[in-house]
């Protein structure tokens, strides 16, 4: 069974840069997708970044393009999100999430298991 644990989150300012590690235990195929949400108070989950996890493609939501970059270590079996010039609203709690197949990356419901989720909050 596989089990995901996020870190990296905590308190940044505005324009700052934060990793987030998503570190996967137990059994991996390489035929698996990855990817991160976040859901700030109030708000709906929000699709961030995917990966396919043997060829590397990635995908992001349009609020976070240019800034945030994910990616992968397979020999490490984790993921991360490298969130640069980080702003006010991206302030929530970030899960990673991995699912079975490469369909509906963006779509948190298409996903099979989730982490329990990191806090970053940016300041202004």
């Known amino acids: 069974q596989v089990q995901l644990a996020e870190s990296g989150g905590g308190l940044v300012q505005a324009g700052d840069s934060l990793r987030l590690s998503c570190a996967a235990s137990?059994?991996?195929?390489?035929?698996?997708?990855m990817g991160w949400f976040r859901q700030a108070p109030g708000k709906e989950r929000e699709f961030v970044a995917a990966?396919?996890?043997?060829?590397?493609?990635?995908f992001y939501g349009d609020s976070v393009k240019g800034r945030f970059t994910i990616s992968r270590d397979i020999a490490k079996n984790t993921l991360y999100l490298q969130m640069s010039s980080l702003k006010p609203e991206d302030t929530a709690v970030y899960y990673c999430?991995?699912?079975?197949?490469?369909?509906?990356?963006?779509?948190?419901?298409?996903?099979?298991?989730w982490g329990q989720g990191t806090q970053v909050t940016v300041a202004s």
């Open positions: 990966i396919t996890w043997s060829l590397g493609n990635t």
């Open positions: 137990g059994r991996t195929f390489s035929g698996y997708a």
């Open positions: 999430a991995l699912k079975g197949n490469s369909i509906g990356l963006q779509q948190g419901r298409s996903y099979d298991l």
